[in-house]
């Protein structure tokens, strides 16, 4: 399965468990996947790894996730940003075992590891970081 992200979403990747092979583009590949299946007669494809690719056309950093808080509130603006961010997106982090990494209850796999996102992770990475530097 191929899953591609919408104008809104744009080109973010997030890591997200499946119990089928898939894997997710951005708003730009989807749209050229999908182009191309609507004029092929027979669209065929091919998934070959290569590996992890660093900054193809972008840097890897500095980059804020969307989910993330950024500032100053247009509506509000007395609500400043945040002073303190961290990374928060595709985070490899322990994993109970009590959930699959899918977290669905039909998924039968357990994992010590997951590879997730969110803000509890950026506060986590920012502590860590804090108490290994002093």
Same mark, same amino acid.
């Given at each position: 399965?191929?899953?591609? =992200?919408? *104008?809104?979403?744009? =080109?973010?990747?997030?890591? *997200?468990?499946? /119990?089928?092979?898939?894997?997710? &583009?951005?708003?730009?590949?989807?749209? +050229?996947?999908?182009?191309?299946?609507?004029?092929?007669?027979?669209?065929?494809?091919?998934?070959?790894?290569?590996?992890? &690719?660093?900054?193809?056309?972008?840097?890897?950093? !500095?980059? &804020?996730?969307?989910?993330?808080?950024?500032?100053?509130?247009?509506?509000?603006?007395?609500?400043? +940003?945040? *002073?303190?961010?961290?990374?928060?997106?595709?985070?490899?982090?322990?994993?109970?075992?009590?959930?699959? !990494?899918? *977290? /669905?209850?039909?998924?039968?796999?357990?994992?010590?590891?997951?590879?997730?996102?969110? =803000?509890? /992770?950026?506060?986590?990475?920012?502590?860590? +970081? +804090?108490?290994?530097?002093?």
């Amino acid at each position: 399965m191929i899953m591609a =992200n919408t *104008d809104l979403e744009g =080109n973010e990747l997030l890591a *997200d468990a499946h /119990l089928i092979p898939a894997t997710m &583009v951005g708003a730009t590949e989807g749209d +050229k996947i999908r182009a191309y299946i609507e004029s092929a007669a027979s669209p065929t494809a091919t998934i070959q790894f290569r590996g992890t &690719v660093i900054g193809e056309g972008t840097s890897p950093a !500095p980059k &804020v996730a969307s989910f993330s808080s950024r500032g100053p509130n247009r509506v509000t603006p007395e609500i400043l +940003k945040p *002073d303190v961010i961290a990374p928060g997106v595709n985070i490899l982090a322990g994993w109970t075992g009590a959930a699959a !990494p899918s *977290d /669905l209850e039909i998924d039968p796999r357990r994992v010590t590891f997951n590879i997730i996102s969110g =803000n509890n /992770l950026t506060i986590f990475t920012s502590s860590v +970081k +804090k108490f290994a530097i002093g």
